[in-house]
Structure formats: C-alpha cells, structure tokens
C-alpha cells in the first residue's frame, strides 16, 4: 500500500490517486482551487506550473523542475483544470509532450519492483518473470544480438496502448507473442505509458463549449488562478508568433521606440505625460511593457512621475519588484477584456487589419503588444535596406 501511495507522488495520472488522495482528487474543482490558492503553497504551485509551461513553450524535452513531493499531485490537478479552461488543441499537445516525456524518463529510472506496481495499479496485464526470457534473435557480419525481459503483457492490453503509434515495429506481427503475452522491455512499455499519459491529458480538450464558459466565470472567480491563466495565455500568443519577424526590439539608448509602440501603449502613455491618473491595470501593464523591454529602471520610474499620485519610493519598489519577477504583458485578447485595446480609437491597420503571415500562409490578428512592435521594426528595417524584399507589409 504504501509503496503506490509514494508513487502517485511521482505519477499522479495513477488510478490509485482516488484511492490515497480522495481528499483533493475528487474534490469539486473550484474547491480545491479555492483552497490550493489561498493556502501558503500557493506562490510556489504558480511558479512550477508556470516554469512547466515555459518549458513546453520552448520545446524542451523535460521538465525542469519536476520533482515528486505532494505538490507534484497539486501541478498535475492544476494542469489538467488549466487546458480544458485554455482549449487549445497546439498548447494542450506541447504540454502533454514534455509531461509524458518526463514521465517516461521518470518510469526508466524506477527498479522492476515499482515498474510491477505501477502497472499493477493501471490495470494491466503485465507479468514479472524472475529468470529472463530470450524473445529476439538477430544475427548481424557474424555478431549474435539477444533481446531478453523479465516483463510480458497480454496482447490485449499491448494492443489498447500501443493502438495511437502507428511505427512499424510496434504492430503486433513484429512482436514477440507467446500465448496470449508479448514479451517486451521495460522502456518500450514505459513509451507506451508515455502515451497514455499523453492521451490522458489532451482528453482534456473534448468539450462543449458552452459549459466550458460558465465553469471559466466561476474559475475566474479565483483571483490567484485568474492570473496565472493570463501569463500563460500572454506567454502563449507571443510564443506563437515568436521567430517570424526576429528582430531586437529592446530599449537603445538615443533610440525613439514610440513610433513603433501600439496604439494600447501609445495612450496610456501619453495619458501618463499628460499627468492623467492611470488606473491599476494601466499601470501594471505599462509597468511590464518597458520592463519586457528592457528599459532602464530610471527610465520606467520616470514614466510615472507625472501622475497625480507619484511617490518614488513607492514606485521604485514596484518597479525593482516586477523587474525581479518577470513578469509578461497582457496580450491583446486580456487587453481588449480590460478595455485597454486602442485599436479602434487609432484606426490603426495593423491592429484592426492583421498582417500576412509567411510562416503560416495566412492573414492573423496581433495578438501580443510586443508582438506588435517587434513587427513594426521588422518592417521599419526592411525599408531602411535598399534592396527589394518579398515582406507584404501593406498592412503596417
Ligand atoms: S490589437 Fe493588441 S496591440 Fe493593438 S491596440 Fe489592441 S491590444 Fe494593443
């Protein structure tokens, strides 16, 4: 018993996690949210499962911080909640790679004993041999290859995992198969239990949508979760259009950005200079914006110097504090819900028209303010250059 309770630890897809976790496994989930976020683990829950993200977005082939305490139950209930709210078929499937690719190193690592409870614990008909049975052959210029295994499963569960992978060598005439089992090694079952994890979390992404909108009301009721949900859609929609216009769009001294800021960036600004108070919101995203973009501290503090409330101190706290955190601007679709989107009021084209993307073959809509600016001055460069270029920039 206690020895599949520690492993649920590690591999919380478990069934037994029900069994040893009923408490949060099978709570409501806004509950358990409710309580998780409001609980001291919080900030460090929002940071794993931020860095998880991260690291799905950069294509790394394992989690970084992927350890097994009883938060890692916590990450991997989050994670489920968070892309059946995010329903995002491309995000869910980055995401589902790198967890299940962890877990299939993480499987590798384990001794045959835990190996036989894990699979035990899934249901599967897998048998543990003591002596090790030779099931393959190969004879190649002379030298003799043997395959050998303590593990066989029965061909109906192998057919069940493996039934999504469609490679050669995994269809069942190309198995060793002996009265109903297939024998097999621990690593080739591991990567089918890779794919079941997978499976498990893009199951996530079958849904209607209009329950999927009222649970989100009620997610979004849950301020901690709120904005953990923004940064990674933020992060997201930049990720997405990352690399097709790479050009440095950060802060140069003696350099005038302002031509090339977005409409959403233009007027608090110029609100700013006019001495306008700026609500919260505004502030925090102007704040994150010039941060993005590696302006100077004294520079961002500047910017707010003019407003009516203005207290240096104050400010170069907040400022020195979102520079240490990081944190990632809003995106349009957040901008436009806060009413901060611009695009209207400035007529501007590419905000309202989109831009062609060469890399897909299509017209899309700006879906970052950095985005924005980084093709701005992608284009800004192409014109300064005096020879042709194919860029269709009639839109910028
Ligand atoms: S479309 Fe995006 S970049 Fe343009 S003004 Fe609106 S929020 Fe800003």
Redesign the pocket.
């Known amino acids: 018993m206690s020895d599949i309770y520690d492993l649920v630890k590690r591999y919380p897809w478990l069934p037994s996690l029900k069994t040893y976790y009923s408490n949060i496994a099978l709570r409501n989930p806004l509950d358990f949210l409710n309580e998780i976020f409001s609980s001291n683990k919080s900030k460090d829950l929002k940071n794993r499962v931020l860095n998880l993200f991260t690291d799905a977005f950069n294509n790394i082939e394992q989690i970084s911080d992927y350890s097994f305490d009883e938060t890692n139950i916590n990450i991997y209930l989050i994670l489920r909640i968070l892309l059946y709210a995010l329903n995002d078929k491309i995000l869910s499937n980055r995401v589902a790679n790198i967890y299940s690719k962890t877990t299939y190193n993480v499987l590798n690592k384990e001794n045959e004993y835990n190996l036989d409870c894990i699979y035990k614990d899934l249901d599967l008909e897998v048998n543990y041999e003591e002596k090790p049975t030779v099931y393959k052959k190969i004879v190649l210029k002379s030298q003799e290859e043997i395959s050998r295994t303590n593990f066989k499963i029965s061909f109906i569960d192998y057919l069940k995992l493996a039934s999504k992978l469609k490679d050669d060598y995994r269809k069942l005439v190309n198995n060793a198969l002996q009265h109903g089992y297939v024998y097999i090694k621990p690593e080739s079952l591991n990567r089918l239990l890779q794919e079941h994890v997978r499976m498990k979390l893009l199951a996530q992404n079958i849904r209607e949508s209009t329950n999927l909108d009222v649970f989100k009301e009620k997610l979004f009721e849950i301020q901690e979760f709120k904005e953990l949900y923004d940064t990674i859609v933020a992060i997201w929609e930049l990720k997405k259009d990352e690399f097709e216009y790479t050009v440095d769009i950060t802060f140069k001294e003696g350099q005038d950005m302002s031509k090339v800021f ?4 233009k007027e608090i600004l110029s609100k700013a200079q006019e001495g306008q108070n700026l609500i919260h919101t505004e502030r925090l995203f102007i704040l994150w914006v010039l941060n993005a973009l590696k302006y100077p501290e004294d520079k961002i503090i500047n910017v707010f110097s003019t407003l009516p409330d203005f207290d240096r101190e104050k400010t170069a706290y907040q400022v020195k504090y979102a520079i240490k955190k990081g944190y990632t601007p809003y995106s ?1 679709k957040s ?2 819900s806060y009413t ?4 209207n009021k ?1 007529k ?1 084209k590419l ?1 309202l028209n989109g831009y062609f993307s060469k890399k897909l073959q299509e017209q899309r809509q ?1 879906s ?2 950095l985005f ?1 600016i980084q093709y701005k001055q992608f284009v800004a460069s192409i014109k300064t250059k005096p020879e042709k270029t194919n860029l269709n920039d009639k839109d910028a």
């Open positions: 977005p409409p959403c960036i349009c901008l436009k901060l989107c611009m695009a400035y501007d905000c700006i970052h303010p924005y």
